[in-house]
């Protein structure tokens, strides 16, 4: 039973964790008006703003890492209470949203070291071409956050409606996440129509605010109940020290 108040108090935590850090990770990388792009800027223009913006990029940095780790822990919170309902789509479900969780962590932690390591060349080797190399990898990183994202909603969502844990609204942040989050990039969208570009572009800044709702949204199940656990064969839950017993 203590097992369980702790995970109903620290997983809720690490959600909330997750989003604020995220949150602040992405204003601090920022705060010196956009990173340059690797495509159009040169090396200099790149190891400049790095220079520049040295404390900002660092911080960004480390916290990206910390929303990582919360990240890990929410999801691990959050499988071990689907795993305990007697269904095998969930189950499955679940594993998915797992292995999405993994996806989307790399990237997370993918973005944090190639800060570090602008930062570090920026100021020791300003010229090298190195810096165009890691200024692209960390580019492409921040575009696949939103695709990024998919398996681990899908998986989760569909795990929540399986189970009956979940409500259809945090089932429906989830699923529709991971609709906007397969939705094709304006630029490929621009050239056949600028009208679908522009709404594929309002849908994809719209995506990471569905992502945010859904771990909000599910801290604040996890954190308010015991989430019982509900058999396929049964209409009635039952307790999970019912389960045990």
């Not at 020791?124 to 890691?134: D, N, T, V």
Request: proline share 6%.
């Amino acid at each position: 039973m203590n097992k369980q108040i702790s995970l109903n108090r620290s997983t809720p935590v690490a959600g909330l964790g997750a989003v604020l850090f995220a949150h602040f990770a992405a204003r601090f990388g920022n705060a010196g008006g956009g990173v340059p792009s690797p495509f159009e800027a040169t090396g200099g223009d790149i190891a400049g703003y790095y220079t520049a913006n040295s404390s900002f990029t660092a911080v960004s940095a480390y916290l990206y890492g910390l929303a990582a780790i919360c990240l890990v822990l929410f999801a691990a919170g959050l499988w071990s209470r689907l795993v305990t309902v007697q269904s095998h789509d969930a189950h499955g479900w679940s594993m998915v949203g797992l292995v999405g969780t993994a996806i989307y962590v790399a990237l997370l932690l993918a973005l944090s070291l190639m800060q570090l390591a602008l930062l570090g060349v920026a100021h020791r080797e300003p010229g090298s071409e190195m810096i165009a190399g890691l200024a692209i990898v960390w580019a492409v990183s921040v575009a696949l956050l939103v695709p990024g994202s998919v398996p681990m909603l899908l998986g989760f969502g569909m795990a929540g409606r399986r189970s009956g844990r979940f409500s259809g609204l945090l089932t429906g942040f989830a699923l529709a996440g991971a609709a906007l989050g397969l939705a094709p990039p304006p630029e490929v969208i621009g050239p056949l129509s600028p009208a679908a570009a522009s709404l594929f572009f309002v849908l994809s800044e719209f995506q990471p605010w569905l992502l945010v709702f859904w771990i909000l949204g599910t801290a604040f199940v996890i954190r308010r109940s015991e989430l019982p656990v509900k058999s396929e064969a049964e209409g009635e839950p039952a307790t999970a020290e019912d389960t045990a017993g």
